[in-house]
């Protein structure tokens, strides 16, 4: 069946890096696009940004503009996020999530989410 | 950015009882409007989109309207599954899509 199989929980320190992994079964995964949403502690979800999975292009929100990457291994299925310069409020559940078709509308698909804490 | 405003933050409810939860929109989505369900502890599950569509495998009890700026999803004999928190989410904005701060429906 389709499915994200996320990567595992990570802990680290105000200014690091954290990069998450999201690896895609079931579909073809250069049909669609990929986005990655958060959801800090007891709080709603706010949508990071956008890649393409076709070609690799990115868009992200404002906010997180020079410290967030996103890429893609198509060899794998496997698509990345990475958010450097991490603070306390980066501290949530970071989920991928693949669009209904092609690379819009409501997300169908999403990963189990991967909790990253960010701690002194 | 569009701002979705969701009420009310909570709502208390009995089995069997019908429940009504509202969404709005800073500036018309068209139809372009989809909730979800997320179970502490899990991912979201995708219930309705195009405002009044039922994703697969979505109960017919579950049903929406809307258009524009103002949402609904009704829930029409809650079970005991449904007590869960409600987000709707617009998709309107490529690729900014934004989210409702969730209703939680309890018991």
């Known amino acids: 069946q389709v499915q994200l199989a996320q990567s595992g929980a990570e802990v680290k320190k105000p200014g690091a890096s954290v990069k998450v992994s999201c690896k895609a079964s079931g579909y073809t995964f250069t049909s669609y696009g990929l986005f990655w949403v958060r959801q800090a502690p007891g709080q709603g979800l706010e949508t990071l940004g956008w890649m393409s999975i076709y070609n690799g292009n990115t868009n992200f929100a404002q906010k997180f503009q020079g410290r967030l990457t996103m890429t893609r291994d198509t060899s794998t299925s496997t698509a990345y996020m990475e958010l450097r310069s991490l603070r306390s409020a980066d501290t949530a559940v970071y989920y991928c999530?693949?669009?209904?078709?092609?690379?819009?509308?409501?997300?169908?698909?999403w990963g189990q989410g991967t909790r990253v804490t960010v701690s002194a | 950015e569009i701002v979705m405003t969701q009420s009310p933050e909570t709502l208390s409810l009995a089995p069997g009882e019908r429940a009504t939860l509202s969404c709005r929109a800073s500036q018309s989505v068209s139809t372009d409007l989809a909730w979800y369900q997320q179970i502490p502890g899990q991912a979201p599950r995708l219930l309705m989109y195009?405002?009044?569509t039922r994703a697969s495998g979505v109960p017919a009890r579950f049903s929406g309207s809307g258009s524009g700026t103002e949402f609904t999803l009704t829930i029409s004999s809650l079970q005991s599954e449904d007590f869960a928190i409600y987000f709707c989410?617009?998709?309107?904005?490529?690729?900014?899509?934004?989210f409702g701060q969730g209703t939680k429906l309890e018991i």
């Open positions: 989410q617009q998709y309107s904005d490529w690729p900014l899509y934004t």
């Open positions: 195009g405002a009044s």
């Open positions: 999530a693949r669009p209904h078709s092609g690379d819009s509308g409501p997300f169908n698909i």
